[in-house]
């Protein structure tokens, strides 16, 4: 039998699967760059109100590699083609999300709260890259030089503004139903 989320549960796995989707830098990217054209960021919010729907009505067991497929073409959508396998530990992180909060337990999503906290504290990479010539002051930090390749992170209407991935999290491994291949 299949469990279903308490009605109480469901806003905060949303949050959960907006944050898990933000943190995706495939993602990110995508919707920045509008790959998927001036509706990225509305393809961006459909895959993750999809992905809240096929959890919360569908009949069907869960399977994680349909989720995977999901995610795979929700990037298609947006004119990315994933070949880091990335979205398996979304899709897995996804699944571990239901998972405990069906148990009431909402922790993960805690956890990609605060990450996404720090995130927002970061400063924005354009200023790095503008403001090369006050490097003399902090040289110590190797992380500056990191973020100013990244790319600015827009605000999305139905995802928190920015999270970061965090370690040591304890995700768990989601069994698969059958390998399939991608068309």
């Not at 959960?16 to 993602?27: E, H, K």
Request: net charge negative.
């Amino acid at each position: 039998m299949e469990r279903r989320l308490p009605a109480d549960s469901i806003p905060i796995f949303n949050e959960g699967i907006a944050l898990a989707l933000y943190l995706w830098r495939p993602l990110r990217i995508a919707v920045e760059s509008q790959l998927g054209g001036r509706e990225s960021r509305q393809k961006a919010d459909r895959l993750g109100s999809d992905i809240l729907y096929w959890f919360t009505q569908c009949k069907e067991p869960l399977f994680i590699d349909d989720l995977e497929e999901m995610l795979y073409h929700g990037m298609r959508s947006l004119n990315m083609v994933i070949q880091d396998g990335s979205e398996e530990e979304v899709a897995e992180k996804l699944m571990v999300l239901h998972e405990e909060c069906l148990e009431g337990n909402f922790r993960s999503i805690e956890i990609l709260r605060e990450a996404s906290l720090k995130q927002a504290a970061r400063p924005d990479p354009k200023e790095l890259v503008n403001n090369d010539e006050d490097d003399d002051e902090d040289d110590d930090s190797d992380e500056d030089s990191d973020m100013a390749v990244e790319m600015e992170v827009p605000a999305m209407e139905s995802m928190p503004k920015a999270a970061a991935e965090a370690e040591g999290d304890g995700w768990t491994v989601v069994s698969r139903r059958r390998n399939k291949g991608r068309n």
